[in-house]
């Protein structure tokens, strides 16, 4: 039930929800849910916008590991100095992915690794882009429910 009202009962568009319901899956880890959730997206959304979304998951594993811990070591703050060209505003484009809907994708990911730094960022990110409050808490409920189905499957197995 949660599933159904947070994807088809959202003021998002099917881009920033099955966007952000993929890279969650992805965030997740559990096959099934990772499974499910790329093949409804691949017919929800054009392909570029799927691998924009796998992006999202891939730039964000890699990004909340490591703000996560420099937050938590505290201290001097070093650049992270990892590659991240799919973020760029061309290449987004040319996948037909919004800067909106990406950062959207990355924040509800960052809700999942628990990043506090990276959520906030997004935050900035997604309303710096034009979306308001109320998106944000889609995506967010969204990240809730797709990590709470690979957590229940995974107690299953």
């Not at 409804?40 to 998951?57: C, G, H, K, N, W």
């Amino acid at each position: 039930m949660n599933l159904g009202r947070a994807l088809l009962e959202t003021p998002l568009t099917d881009a920033q929800a099955w966007g952000a319901a993929l890279a969650c899956a992805i965030a997740a880890r559990q096959p099934d849910v990772i499974r499910a959730f790329a093949a409804e997206a691949s017919v929800r959304l054009p392909a570029p916008a799927v691998e924009q979304a796998r992006a999202a998951a891939s730039i964000m594993a890699m990004n909340n590991v490591f703000y996560r811990a420099q937050h938590m070591i505290g201290g001097e703050r070093h650049p992270a100095g990892l590659r991240m060209r799919t973020i760029t505003s061309p290449v987004l484009a040319a996948a037909g992915v919004t800067r909106a809907d990406f950062e959207l994708w990355c924040l509800a990911v960052s809700a999942i690794a628990g990043c506090a730094v990276c959520l906030q960022n997004h935050d900035q990110g997604v309303r710096r882009a034009g979306l308001d409050a109320a998106a944000v808490h889609e995506a967010l409920r969204i990240a809730a429910v797709v990590h709470a189905a690979a957590v229940t499957l995974d107690a299953a197995g």
